[in-house]
């Protein structure tokens, strides 16, 4: 019966996040439209529901190319390790009391051991394409997410010594015992995971491993057809997955008012997280590499380390 469960689980999840990502994309574009004081798009379908399917059918309809000098096992096998990880790392998430995949006691460790093993993908995807640009996206890529994933996993340390725990039911209860978010108590924390993680996502302002203007398309540039679609959706994922680990540790998971489902409200806090993101790719331009890396190591690593600090006090003057 748990089996069955955790396959229903599973496609349900898979089937909600196809469609968000579909229109999340979609979301995206007329945000960054109107922003830009331009329409969006708007020829198919009613407010142009329809664009991002139509341009979802065209993609899958393309020709696959593996490049003739390509290491076509690598390449082949690439953009599934880059997607795999950031749909298995929704297992551990409590979409509310009772909806959840699994109850893991090292969620949090979990979520983030699994969403590093991405990194690999976009190395092999960058190193087997045989193409320079490629290859110089790829190391962008793996030089920046290994470099921001330090100070997101010493953000949330300061949560782990708050509440005791690495389990994301415990994380949202203890913010129900204390009857406040922590994005309070935590709010430097919150601050470096929200920056932190905009880079692990490749985002505006910090997209530099596709930076089109220097590197073509980065790591993924020798890609067509569904295998592009696969790092594509990996990203989209792991935005929603970041999204979620956001809103169970700094802004209460489900915890919301009565008139609505706990679930409904963490949807609603994570659209919130995920428009942001939105907001920014629409108003900041890219940052240039060598201060993305000097930002991270001589800003966001001391600042997180300030925060255990601080927090390790709280926590002894408390008992």
């Given at each position: 019966m748990e089996l069955v469960y955790i396959i229903l689980y599973a496609v349900i999840t898979l089937a909600v996040l196809l469609g968000a990502v579909t229109y999340a994309i979609l979301f995206e574009r007329k945000v960054i439209g109107y922003m830009q004081l331009r329409p969006g798009p708007n020829r198919h379908g009613p407010w142009g529901m329809l664009q991002t399917v139509a341009d979802v059918m065209k993609l899958l309809m393309k020709e696959d190319i593996i490049p003739r000098n390509a290491d076509k096992k690598v390449f082949i096998l690439a953009p599934i390790i880059a997607f795999v990880p950031s749909f298995a790392i929704f297992?551990?998430?409590?979409?509310?009391?009772?909806?959840?995949?699994?109850?893991?006691?090292?969620?949090?460790?979990?979520?983030?051991?699994?969403?590093?093993?991405?990194?690999?993908?976009?190395?092999?995807?960058?190193?087997?394409?045989?193409?320079?640009?490629?290859?110089?996206?790829?190391?962008?890529?793996?030089?920046?997410?290994?470099?921001?994933?330090?100070?997101?996993?010493?953000?949330?340390?300061?949560?782990?010594?708050?509440?005791?725990?690495?389990?994301?039911?415990?994380?949202?209860?203890?913010?129900?015992?204390?009857?406040?978010?922590?994005?309070?108590?935590?709010?430097?924390?919150?601050?470096?995971?929200?920056?932190?993680?905009?880079?692990?996502?490749?985002r505006s302002p910090f997209d530099l491993p596709e930076a089109e203007s220097e590197l073509v398309?980065?790591?993924?540039?020798?890609?067509?057809?569904?295998?592009?679609?696969?790092?594509?959706?990996?990203?989209?994922?792991?935005?929603?997955?970041?999204?979620?680990?956001a809103t169970t540790l700094f802004l209460g998971g489900w915890l919301g008012p009565a008139f609505l489902p706990g679930i409904v409200w963490f949807f609603l806090k994570m659209s919130v997280i995920v428009f942001f993101w939105f907001w920014l790719r629409a108003t900041l331009p890219r940052a240039r590499v060598d201060n993305l890396m000097r930002f991270g190591w001589k800003v966001l690593i001391p600042l997180a380390l300030l925060n255990i600090v601080i927090t390790s006090i709280i926590k002894v003057w408390m008992g």
């Open positions: 297992a551990s998430i409590s979409w509310s009391e009772n909806i959840y995949g699994a109850d893991l006691n090292i969620g949090l460790l979990y979520f983030i051991g699994i969403s590093s093993i991405t990194t690999l993908g976009v190395l092999m995807g960058g190193w087997s394409s045989n193409n320079k640009y490629s290859l110089l996206g790829a190391i962008r890529g793996v030089a920046q997410v290994i470099s921001y994933e330090i100070p997101l996993v010493l953000s949330v340390l300061g949560v782990v010594i708050l509440v005791g725990s690495l389990n994301f039911r415990d994380i949202v209860h203890y913010q129900e015992s204390i009857g406040m978010w922590l994005i309070i108590p935590q709010f430097l924390a919150f601050v470096v995971y929200m920056i932190s993680a905009i880079a692990e996502l490749n398309s980065g790591y993924h540039t020798e890609y067509s057809g569904f295998r592009f679609a696969f790092f594509m959706l990996a990203e989209y994922v792991y935005a929603y997955a970041i999204a979620a680990l």
